[in-house]
């Protein structure tokens, strides 16, 4: 009650505070409103004065704001794949105005990868190491098994790598999974991946667009030290009912839209499930009577996404979203054992838009998440189960305010109620005469404000500062930070700028991971007792350049990233149903640097990029808690380091119905742990000899590199009575049929006769040969 009070009187003073800026006497009139599209608001969007030589872009919410003089003045509004429009507007007071795009016949958006705008709109831009997606152009490109995955497609930039062959996870500058910050419409994501990694549980017909800070966090994100990946879903469209769909080889999937009042509010429920269970279970019924058949696991995922809108009045509109996922892996032989792995995210978030004036408004929203996974065996009368979960309850407020035409205003505040399930294991017979069992729990708050001023300090100059306030509680445990955020942009010609920015993080939640386990078994933990907050600094510059008309666009940043209370686990450590998990942690610091090189192509026939990354990543876990630490305190490269990271994409439309697409990627091998020699060892005088393995340093190894190239094709079907939009996408995943490594293990080699082991020799195991797939797409 105490913390709900705290966040109210939080709240409450902030708002007074936005009172004041209201009334001060406003020099030049604000031009604001949003930008829509058929099904939604268009981020990026381009709102353009001629006259004045000025414009904005639409941000993450589809809002604009243009301080200008009083007069009359033509708009243009425009953005890639919808017609341009021109508006006469009489500026003689500050005014809202929203403006509606419809489709354009060209469809260039159809081959374009990215729709930030134009290229000199994100050379302008203050902000660096940040990309923008839509799931409209992820489709373009190839997808294993047919599977549009939105972040495998945040992959393929430069700064991000993926966790191996086929995953979805991203280890973005030398950070690790878990200090992603995944939002859906602003509420959390903790594991979001379906498939044991393989796809994200991002639905494509349900997702507007994405944003990937890598760096130069803005201050209103925190609690995580690597990137933000910031999610919006569809709106909905407003002016009449559709239906999207598509059939693929392993999954299908449905979407249905439409209004809930005409012009004022619309819906979206998007639902989708894999079919492997349908195949699995005929192959099992058919061999039930074969005594040498292992049945094969019954595995399926489903997800379900859900979206609603509505303008109350001009002022004020809310938002209802919601998401539940589902991944479900169970096995159960005839000998009795049956095993069941359960896991999942629920998601809710209401958000309600207030306009104060057109300087200032608003965005107030509480989310709800919910994470669990659980592990079910049971053996004759015999069960085990194990169980981990994180329940959130986020209340949060957004301010954005435009003194003037140089300044714009950001600041908020956020509260989270954290309920954390640390391993929760029970475990008994089935006639009820044996039962044991614990249940670890922890509570935590955690509580942020921030501040942030974009200044347009002269033509050349444009500056943003920022400061967030962060504090998090556990128990009788409390901690706080501040957190500087700084950006700048030099403009030294219209076609050359210089950018730089600084951030530094803090993350009060820690992932843990058991390593040997053969399925994921995460659980996040709270920073408590001893188990302090992970901390990192990240200082960025680089340079965009502009050439060939404004065709192409060069950039070149260079980072640097050090962070402290890095956490890892003592060997042995025991991860479950373990009351005192704090003495099991490690702590180190992390190191990460590297130069990104990326050339983009937004126009013409032919588009994409090319992308080049040369960076390194170190830890090192000093001797500490009786043990010699982590590679004896030495520094080593975590798994996910790799020297050299390359990707090409191109997108050419060959007619306004078939374009071509294809994208190569190259990386340096992952580090790896492998034996150096073994040494015979005899437990028992005349017991046979065991061989031991002898590792060297951690990660002293790296495995062949990593090369893979995807080729697709995108025919647009002719409009039918029935369907409004149809396509067939062809993609082929490993076109070449590179046998990628995925880990390596060691076969023992015998004697002829196979009496005695001579030696042992290294395979490796590959996942991916290539692999055909087709997805029919239709929209009605």
């Known amino acids: 009650m105490r913390f709900i009070s705290f966040l109210g009187r939080l709240f409450l003073g902030i708002i007074c505070l936005a009172a004041g800026p209201v009334a001060a006497q406003q020099r030049t009139n604000t031009l604001s409103g949003r930008v829509l599209g058929e099904a939604g608001i268009l981020p990026g969007a381009t709102v353009a004065v001629p006259a004045l030589s000025t414009g904005a872009t639409a941000d993450e919410k589809g809002t604009y704001t243009l301080s200008l003089p009083a007069g009359r003045y033509q708009v243009v509004v425009s953005f890639i794949g919808y017609q341009t429009i021109t508006r006469e507007v009489n500026l003689r007071a500050s005014q809202r105005l929203d403006f509606r795009l419809t489709p354009g016949g060209t469809e260039l958006g159809e081959v374009v990868v990215e729709a930030s705008g134009t290229l000199e709109q994100k050379q302008k831009s203050t902000q660096m190491s940040v990309e923008r997606l839509t799931a409209a152009e992820a489709k373009l490109l190839p997808a294993l098994f047919g599977e549009v995955d939105i972040l495998k497609t945040l992959q393929l930039k430069p700064g991000v790598q993926n966790g191996g062959e086929g995953t979805s996870g991203l280890f973005v500058r030398g950070g690790s999974a878990d200090q992603n910050l995944v939002l859906v419409d602003d509420a959390v994501v903790y594991n979001p991946n379906h498939l044991f990694g393989l796809f994200s549980v991002f639905n494509s017909d349900a997702v507007q667009s994405v944003d990937l800070y890598k760096g130069g966090f803005p201050a209103q994100f925190g609690g995580r030290l690597s990137s933000v990946v910031d999610v919006k879903l569809r709106e909905g469209n407003n002016q009449k009912l559709g239906v999207t769909g598509g059939l693929g080889l392993i999954s299908s999937r449905l979407t249905v839209e439409g209004p809930l009042k005409k012009g004022k509010g619309a819906f979206l429920v998007s639902g989708r499930r894999t079919y492997f269970d349908i195949f699995t279970r005929q192959i099992n019924k058919l ?65 309600w838009n207030h306009v104060f004036s057109p300087r200032l408004y608003a965005n107030t929203s509480a989310s709800f998440t919910h994470y669990k996974y659980e592990i079910a065996n049971k053996l004759d009368q015999f069960s085990f189960n194990l169980s981990s979960t994180i329940r959130d309850y986020t209340l949060k407020t957004d301010f ?227 043990t010699a630490g ?15 990271n390359l990707t090409v994409v191109g997108l050419h439309k060959l007619s306004q119905r078939v374009s071509l697409t294809g994208s190569f990627t190259y990386s340096s091998g992952n580090p790896t742990t492998l034996p150096l020699a073994r040494f015979l060892f005899q437990d028992v005088y005349g017991a046979e000899d065991s061989a031991v393995p002898v590792y060297p340093s951690r990660n002293g190894y790296r495995l062949a590199p990593y090369h893979r190239l995807d080729l697709g094709l995108v025919w647009k079907m002719k409009p039918t009575r029935w369907f409004t939009e149809s396509d067939l996408t062809f993609s082929v995943y490993n076109a070449y049929s590179r046998r990628n490594p995925y880990f390596v ?18 395979r490796q195991v590959s996942l991916f040969p290539i692999i055909p797939s087709a997805t029919y797409n239709f929209k009605f």
């Open 630 to 644: 982590i590679n004896n305190g030495e520094l080593f490269y975590p798994t996910y380091d790799r020297r050299h």
């Open 400 to 626: 954005e305010y435009t003194p003037n035409e140089r300044h714009t205003v950001r600041f908020g505040a956020m509260g989270t109620q954290h309920r954390f399930g640390v391993g929760r294991l029970k475990a008994g017979s089935t006639d009820g005469r044996l039962n044991f069992g614990d249940d670890v729990g922890y509570n935590g708050q955690e509580g942020g404000l921030y501040f942030t001023d974009n200044f347009r300090a002269s033509d050349r100059w444009q500056l943003e500062g920022g400061l967030r306030l962060t504090g998090f509680r556990s128990g009788s445990d409390a901690y706080a930070g501040l957190e500087p955020r700084a950006a700048a942009r030099y403009t030294l010609s219209p076609k050359l700028t210089l950018k730089a920015n600084y951030a530094l993080m803090y993350q009060y939640l820690h992932l843990v991971t058991n390593s040997g386990a053969s399925l994921p078994t995460d659980i996040w933990y709270p920073s408590r007792l001893s188990v302090k907050p992970q901390r990192s600094q990240q200082a960025s510059a680089g340079a965009s350049f502009l050439f060939a008309g404004g065709q192409w666009l060069l950039t070149n940043e260079v980072y640097y990233k050090w962070a402290t209370n890095q956490v890892d686990f003592r060997d042995g450590a025991q991860l479950f149903v373990n009351p005192d998990l704090d003495a099991e942690f490690l702590f180190g610091k992390g190191f990460a640097y590297g130069d990104e090189i990326y050339l983009e192509k937004k126009t013409g026939r032919t588009t994409g990029w090319i992308g080049y990354t040369l960076s390194w990543t170190k830890r090192r876990f000093p001797a500490q808690r009786g």
């Open 745 to 762: 293990f060691f076969d023992q080699v015998k004697n002829e006769d196979e009496s005695q082991v001579i030696g042992y020799r290294a």
């Open 287 to 351: 061999n039930e009577g074969d005594p040498d058949f292992n049945p094969i696991p019954d595995y399926y995922f489903y997800d379900f996404n859900a979206k609603a809108n509505y303008t109350l009045s001009e002022k004020d509109r809310v938002y209802l979203s919601g998401y539940y996922g589902q991944d479900k892996f169970g096995f159960n032989s005839s000998g009795g054992f049956n095993f069941n792995f359960n896991w999942g995210n629920a998601v809710a978030s209401a958000r």
